[in-house]
């Protein structure tokens, strides 16, 4: 079946500093979506992607649609301690209706 | 996008035993999704609750260990029925997005299973 690849697995950051994550897959996706999951809270939509090649921020968030279908990457500038927690990438497959497939996250921890 | 409400938000029950999660969204949706998401990991989708309809099960995931309602197109329930420790996990409800945009996806808060 379809899997995805995400890595970083965790990082350790100091407040300030640029990061990067991606999810890889070798599946072709119709859609990339990126989500934050806080402790004790369910996940949170930070950027949808729909086409490839497709470049979208969200305030410090940046995130790209591998022109291949098959990766994204996330990228978070500036870092703050609230930007802790897990990030999550999504594909979803247009596949009479659609299913989506999760990564298995990316924990981030920003040091002050 | 929409709003998702789950209840309760955590419990604590002992083996053998049912719990109901109840989901209420504040627009008419068409799908609804459950999910669980076990300590550490990432999530897994357990079935796709439509209205009028049987709901839809995963791969390793049977009607009689998490019967699910639909009643109408705002509201589901998830039970988790004769839990054992293994149940413990998040257990999340989940909506496409709205204004025709199915291809977005968003989350409740969650409810917090704990099975002693």
């Known amino acids: 079946g379809q899997q995805l690849n995400q890595s970083p697995q965790s990082m350790f950051i100091q407040e300030g500093e640029d990061v990067s994550m991606n999810c890889t897959s070798s599946s072709i996706f119709n859609t990339w979506l990126w989500y934050k999951q806080d402790p004790g809270e369910g996940p949170v939509l930070l950027i949808a992607l729909y086409k490839a090649g497709e470049l979208t921020s969200n305030g410090r968030l940046t995130a790209q649609f591998g022109i291949t279908r098959k990766d994204s990457f996330l990228n978070i500038s500036a870092s703050i301690p609230s930007d802790v927690g897990i990030y999550f990438c999504a594909g979803q497959l247009r596949t009479g209706g659609f299913k989506t497939i999760f990564g298995a996250g990316t924990r981030l921890f920003v040091k002050a | 996008s929409a709003v998702i409400s789950q209840k309760p938000s955590r419990d604590i029950c002992q083996r053998g035993t049912s719990l109901t999660i109840q989901c209420q969204v504040d627009?008419?949706?068409?799908?609804m999704f459950w999910y669980r998401q076990q300590p550490g990991q990432s999530l897994t989708l357990i079935a796709t609750a439509n209205q009028g309809s049987e709901a839809t099960y995963e791969s390793g995931f049977v009607i009689d260990k998490f019967p699910i309602s639909r009643p109408n197109l705002t509201f589901s329930t998830l039970t988790v029925s004769n839990m054992s420790p293994e149940d413990s996990s998040i257990y999340l409800c989940?909506?496409?997005?709205?204004?025709?945009?199915?291809?977005?996806?968003?989350f409740g808060p969650g409810t917090r299973l704990t099975v002693l």
């Open positions: 989940s909506v496409p997005g709205t204004s025709g945009r199915m291809d977005t996806q968003y």
């Open positions: 627009s008419q949706v068409t799908m």
